[in-house]
């Protein structure tokens, strides 16, 4: 009807499915322009192969409920067809939403804060991502291969940041060995390995060594 899969009334309510065999972005814009006509629509695809618990479905079902559409699944397995009810359509609840996500959000922010370089390239795969703790790790390696041994509290000084002695003490890399008591030098793998990274130690050698 109307180029709507399903139609169907309870009470006052228009109800409209779309069925597909798969969750894709055809359905999804097909369900998200019936919405113009009530805000009650349904996605029903075939019940999928992959887990419902594996994070590719969840964050999937996660889409649909931005997009406040409803989702059913549709199992033939046994001698008719089950239906499993996911969500109703509804308002997505952005402010739950955020307040589960705080530690991520607190996590970014971390992240995003922490970094001065920017050398990771958006959509690449299979190449090493620059994270904030790697780049305190280079910054950390450099002052002490040039500086010599220091505490932690020295590297602090020098705005390695809190992390410092974190960094030292895990010590993730294996670039960091005591040589005293709470003070620290590079190990030959330290020495060697951070120096493959030049545009990171380039935006330290112009600080506070020059001071």
């Not at 997009?67 to 609840?93: A, C, M, R, T, Y």
């Not at 890399?173 to 990171?200: A, N």
Request: glycine share 6%; with cysteine.
């Amino acid at each position: 009807m109307k180029d709507c899969d399903v139609v169907a009334f309870k009470d006052d309510k228009l109800i409209i499915v779309e069925l597909k065999l798969n969750l894709n972005m055809t359905v999804l814009t097909q369900a998200a322009k019936r919405q113009r006509y009530t805000p009650d629509v349904y996605i029903a695809i075939k019940r999928p192969k992959m887990s419902l618990r594996k994070r590719r479905w969840r964050d999937v079902v996660h889409l649909v409920r931005r997009l406040e559409l409803g989702l059913i699944l549709i199992s033939f397995e046994g001698k008719k067809p089950n239906l499993q009810l996911v969500h109703e359509p509804g308002p997505f609840d952005r402010k739950s939403s955020t307040q589960h996500s705080k530690r991520k959000r607190q996590s970014i922010l971390n992240e995003a804060q922490d970094r001065r370089s920017n050398h990771n390239i958006g959509g690449s795969n299979k190449v090493t991502t620059m994270t904030a703790y790697k780049e305190k790790s280079i910054q950390i390696a450099y002052y002490l291969d040039h500086l010599g041994p220091l505490s932690a509290k020295e590297l602090r000084d020098l705005s390695t940041g809190e992390r410092t002695y974190g960094i030292l003490y895990n010590n993730y890399y294996k670039w960091f060995k005591r040589v005293g008591r709470g003070v620290y030098d590079l190990t030959e793998t330290g020495r060697k390995e951070y120096r493959t990274y030049p545009e990171i130690i380039e935006l330290y050698s112009k600080s506070k060594l020059n001071d």
